[in-house]
T-cell receptor
């Protein structure tokens, strides 16, 4: 089982829609989580960190549920420019002290 | 402030050739990593470093070497290229407690 799992999609939504992505993680020692965005043939870019209390950045809301070991990303009022692949990322300390990436969820916002 | 700079952007190698992918960051970040990204596989960690002179293996280290003689530079060396190493390679760096900043990637084809 992969340490971080995401629904690969694709999610095709109309402009203005609200869309939610979920991500589950298996390592209960994971301490921090992030959402990254990756455009086609580009590098991943940090979208936002995920805090236990939930956090919002404009149209984007991230939630963490440690009891159920899942992370979510909600995008409201989708824009065409939101079309990308969204990567869920977990971080755990220990010998690796590195980030573990999910395979990504592909979103296409349609006009 | 250039961030993370990777060279070259594209490379074609013949099986058995060796080469070095260059990575440099100007943000004084302690942590640096090399990832490869293949379709459907997500980002997989090759090698990482937690500071100058300290490196360790990631998930898929075979066929690759790294060194970290300075904080700024973290080159990845392919010892004897194989077609299975055809991939997109990303170098990334981060400060403690923050998410990674990625370079723009190197697209490597081994024929």
């Amino acid at each position: 089982r992969k340490e971080v799992e995401q629904d690969p999609g694709p999610f095709n939504v109309p402009e203005g829609a609200t869309v939610a992505f979920n991500c589950t993680y298996s390592n209960s020692a994971s301490q921090s989580f992030f959402w990254y965005r990756q455009d086609c043939r580009k590098e991943p870019k940090l979208l936002m960190s995920v805090y236990s209390s939930g956090n919002e950045d404009g149209r984007f809301t991230a939630q963490l549920n440690r009891a159920s070991q899942y992370i979510s990303l909600l995008i409201r009022d989708s824009k065409l420019s939101d079309s990308a692949t969204y990567l869920c990322v977990g971080f755990s300390s220990g010998s690796a002290r590195q980030l573990t990436f999910g395979s990504g969820t592909q979103l296409t916002v349609l006009p | 402030n250039a961030g993370v700079t990777q060279t070259p952007k594209f490379q074609v190698l013949k099986t058995g050739q060796s080469m070095t992918l260059q990575c440099a960051q100007d943000m004084n970040h302690e942590y640096m990593s090399w990832y490869r990204q293949d379709p459907g596989m997500g980002l997989r960690l090759i090698h990482y470093s937690v500071g100058a002179g300290i490196t360790d293996q990631g998930e898929v280290p075979n066929g690759y070497n790294v060194s970290r003689s300075t904080t700024e530079d973290f080159p990845l060396r392919l010892l004897s290229a194989a077609p299975s190493q055809t991939s997109v390679y990303f170098c990334a760096s981060r400060a403690q407690g923050y998410g990674y900043t990625f370079g723009s990637g190197t697209r490597l084809t081994v024929v």
